[in-house]
């Protein structure tokens, strides 16, 4: 608007991060955190999260969107014992 212009000056663009956790469904523990650009895509980050959690622990079930419906992450999941409960995404085959 004008008046915030004329106020605070032209602004650019506003730029925002995503923030992706890993939690523990079991006693709601964040166990891994990651932060992402907005135009970053969110699967490459989830190998970096199952590697924040220490080897020696079972990584169970990883529940996650669409999004992250790549060979890679579910290599991830598999690679630490887990089970991955990941939908197809949108315009993926089943």
Not at 11 to 36: E, G, N, P
Not at 57 to 62: L, N, R
């Amino acid at each position: 608007n004008k008046w915030q212009a004329r106020k605070h000056g032209v602004q650019s663009r506003r730029q925002w991060r995503k923030v992706h956790l890993a939690m523990d469904t079991a006693t709601s523990d964040i166990r891994a955190v990651a932060f992402t650009p907005s135009r970053e895509g969110d699967s490459p980050v989830l190998p970096d999260l199952l590697g924040q959690i220490p080897e020696d622990e079972d990584i169970g079930t990883v529940t996650a969107d669409g999004a992250y419906d790549t060979r890679r992450c579910l290599s991830a999941v598999i690679a630490r014992g887990g089970t991955a409960i990941i939908p197809v995404r949108r315009n993926g085959r089943a």
